[in-house]
């Protein structure tokens, strides 16, 4: 066994100009898989398909990712074709298997408290001169719109006047689409205030947040240190600060409101809605955390079985 596996490793290198780090991912897999069939008295080059796909389901077992799973699978692959071509064996026992479905990770959220934490925090943001007055406004700006619309940090920061429509935001999104997403009172004043402050401050600019530099507006970086400012005095951590969690927490508490999908879709600007519905397994998870700690017999590890069968 030891045999075959340097000899797979010496051709990854040789012929496929595997890595290092490649190389010692392969053969631990493999070790692995070995360990696995030793105590079924089963060598690793006569592994038949059953003994993979039970390999395959105690890795699953084992609460091992799905990215995980499919790297074994993918290194077994090799060595098998290895053998095959070698005639060490006829065939590859990992066709019939099925690569895991990659299982995407439910996204960073803010509550809905800690959402009104953060704007609030921009709110109280020091004013004594004109210059602070503008930089609270701003971030109001910011904040408000983007947790009313859910833009892309890249659409928010780029925004131009000419978006503003009366109670509607025009979004260029991805692929020159088009979008109008609707804009909640406190955004619509809070756009408002900010573009107040511009008039008076007789700055000329077409987008709405300008800012010195190549690209005319703010960066999405400077938009991410204004969070990051406004997360200490908000009681969060920063780390779980960034536009991107605030577009995250607009759309999982419209659908925890009973929000449609699609017209969530819409908003986002997502053009599958399988990308959306991210967010209805958010809140089955949510759903699911809150009967594990709130249920009087979750934690109940088992129950005399009372009931009788009539």
Known sequence: MKNAICQFLEMMRAERGASHHT?????????SLATFLSPRKTDLQEATEDELSQYMTWMNQQGMASSTVARHLSSLRHFYKFLMLEDVRADNPTDGLRRPTPQRPLP????????EALIKAAHQMPQATQ???AKRSRAICLIEVLYATGLRVSELVSLPHAAMDGPLLIVRGKGGRDRMVPLSEPARLAVDDWQA?????EKTSKYLFPAPGQSGHLTRQRFTQILHALAGPAGLDRKRVSPHVLRHAFATHLVERGADLRAVQQMLGHADISTTQIYAHVLSERKRQLVAKAHPLAKIESLPNTLETE
């Open 108 to 115: 960073k959220l803010l509550s809905l408290e800690e959402t």
């Open 131 to 133: 210059g602070q007055k």
């Open 197 to 201: 402050h511009q008039n008076a401050m």
């Open 23 to 31: 190389c010692d991912a392969y053969e631990r897999d493999l070790k």
